[in-house]
């Protein structure tokens, strides 16, 4: 009589899970997310609250498949738009299988960090407490103790890591390795090759608004919001883009467009740079400046921006 092969040696176990990266504001989690990726997918700027909605970034081994989810900031909210960047953050916790709380060890622990602890530290799943900006804190060994003292009622397992998101690329590869070890077993939740589950317009959108976030001065990057309503690729392969920047005012619309319309081409001109190296295609960004008047109060507005 002929054995027959084995079951397990013909389909071998897959882990996969959803991996929430917390934090407050500009800490860096949407660098630590594509530093994992190895690949933009995620908008980051100096300015906080550049992240607005959950943003999936996916990282597949043959066996292993992480899908990070970063989310916003974690703040108190002073408009609707913030009111729905917290929820994305409270729904991203709901349903992940492990957290990775990200603070800014340059600084110590603020009021909207103790926030972020009282959210995690209830949740009994694995956390990683991860310590960032190493390279540039004065004192984080002293930084880390603060905040591993907001975890001390935890009962949870936490493992703990001091890192630069930006600076420390065998770092985060071994955090990577250690987040991969965590995974349940799961099937796969995306295909093998996906990076983000973002479609291109909103992946272009988000770069549109980094540029223009970084350009634009005081509350201003605040009241901005983009979208790409066209996405055109022609025989010789260029890639035609058209999209729209939204601002509340149209005293905004006259700052945002600059004298002589300096200020909206330079941000095109950064983004279609941006696009490129990423497309690694020719690209035409057309952009035109619009008014939703008060649309970060405007619950359909933010509907219509995709925030929902």
Do not use: C
Not at 156 to 163: A, D, K, N, Q
Not at 289 to 308: H, S
């Amino acid at each position: 009589m002929t054995d027959l092969p084995s079951s397990d040696a013909a389909s071998p176990q897959t882990h996969s899970g959803f991996v929430a990266i917390v934090g407050k504001p500009n800490v860096g989690k949407s660098t630590l997310l594509n530093a994992f990726l190895n690949t933009k997918v995620a908008p980051t700027s100096p300015r906080p609250q550049t992240t607005r909605r959950g943003v999936r970034g996916i990282f597949s081994t043959d066996t292993h498949q992480i899908v990070f989810v970063d989310t916003p900031g974690l703040h108190k909210p002073k408009d609707a738009l913030g009111k729905y960047m917290n929820q994305e953050v409270h729904s991203a916790l709901s349903d992940v299988d492990a957290i990775l709380w990200v603070v800014d060890l340059r600084h110590p622990p603020t009021d909207e960090d103790q926030l972020v602890a009282r959210q995690v530290r209830e949740l009994p799943k694995p956390l990683f407490l991860i310590g960032n900006k190493t390279d540039a804190a004065k004192y984080p060994d002293e930084a880390m103790k603060l905040y591993r003292a907001l975890l001390e009622e935890r009962t949870g397992e936490t493992t703990e890591v001091m890192l630069s998101a930006q600076n420390s690329p065998e770092a985060v590869a071994t955090l990577r390795e250690q987040i991969l070890d965590a995974l349940p077993e799961n099937p796969f939740f995306f295909p093998r090759g996906a990076a983000s589950d973002q479609s291109r317009e909103q992946w272009a959108a988000e770069i549109i608004r980094e540029e223009a976030m970084k350009k634009l001065r005081d509350e201003l990057p605040y009241a901005v919001a983009t979208r790409v309503n066209r996405w055109t690729e022609r025989e010789d392969g260029l890639q035609r883009i058209e999209g729209e920047i939204i601002v509340e005012k149209n005293a905004h619309k006259g700052m945002v467009i600059g004298a002589g319309g300096k200020q909206l081409r330079e941000i095109g001109q950064a983004a279609r740079k941006q696009l490129e190296v990423f497309l690694n295609r020719k690209v035409f960004l057309g952009l035109e400046v619009i008014v939703i008047p008060g649309w970060r109060e405007d619950e359909e507005a933010l509907r219509e921006l995709g925030y929902e």
